[in-house]
């Protein structure tokens, strides 16, 4: 059965995904019967459009090359037609699936331009994996209640630490169980710093300009290192796992800033190492969420977690506690979890999953 993707973005993680597309098109054709096309790929100024399907060959090449996508032939700039419908154009066939991969980056505050054009998706059948946070976080109700109305999915396996399954594990492998407490180390670049820090006995500001020489801190990494992201993450999945609806004002947040090399040694002494933890837990029939630096003792798993790796420890009443791991993250992990999105997608329309 054919398949739909609009792409929004076509930078990193965008540029990967038409990538990882590519070399497994055939992989999932013969594994799930997917016959993958682009209906549509989009950046900040503008989209390419077919409802037959784009060349995947050429998107493929122009992502290799890190071409910019208004190189390709066929660019549309916003303005010469109606955004949405060259962002969703109304594809060929009715036996279809259609999903709006979202890959952009958008405001913070507002969660645009992404939410607007998520919002129409909804409304026009589109089911949705997002690799980006911020309209999720801004809009998490109306977005699941839309998808609800619509008979979507709404998947953000991208968004709650890539690589790291988390949403997933809670939905499927827990199922049936009521998840009591997730703590999480969801933040590559906070948890580079800290391993640095307690490995090398540098200063924070030391070990921060190592992280963005490695390419493990943004340019600009405040929202890394306030905490911010972590917040965003764990907000994210408790309120998946734990069937609340929580707002990022209910998180209570503290960055690593101000941690120096003294704090991480005489932790050391205690034999504890720092970890920036995200943790959401039950409370007089309520759901605390919290982000901060935290002292984990050496025989715990997630003080074994060092550099760019993340972890996520659910607590439950069936299973007792449950901890994964993963080393790999930054854009192909972002690129690989819209990718598994999209395939659970199709399997659960399929009744397969
Ligand atoms: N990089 C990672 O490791 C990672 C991991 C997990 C999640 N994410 C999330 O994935 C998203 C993309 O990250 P990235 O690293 O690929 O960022 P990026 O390299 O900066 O690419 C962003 C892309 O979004 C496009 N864009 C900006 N405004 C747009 C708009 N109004 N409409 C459509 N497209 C627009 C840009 O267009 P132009 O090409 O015209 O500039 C660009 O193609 C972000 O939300 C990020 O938080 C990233």
Redesign the pocket.
Known sequence: MKLYISL???????RQFVKLVRAKEQDILNWHGIEPKFASV????GYVANPDGLDIDVLAGMAIREQ??AEHPDFVPYGAKDKMDGILPEVAGKDCIKVLVA????DFETGE?TLSIMKSAISRGWNIAS????PLVVAFDELTEMARKFGVELRYS??TA?GLPTIDIAKISLAGSKVMAIEGILNATTNYVLTLMSEDGISYEEALSMARAHGYAEPDPTRDVMGIDTACKILLIANAAMGCRKKLSDVKITGITHITPRDVASWAIEQRTLKMIGRAWREDDDVKIEVSPMAVPYYDMFAKVNGSGKAVRFVTDLFGELVVTVQE???VA?AGSGFKDVINIFRSFQGRI
Request: charged content about 15%; hydrophobic content about 35%.
């Open positions: 929004l973005g076509f930078g990193k993680v965008g989009s950046s900040s100024r910019n996508l890959a952009a980056s958008s331009p690799m980006e946070k911020s991208g968004a890539a993250g930054g854009p972002a």
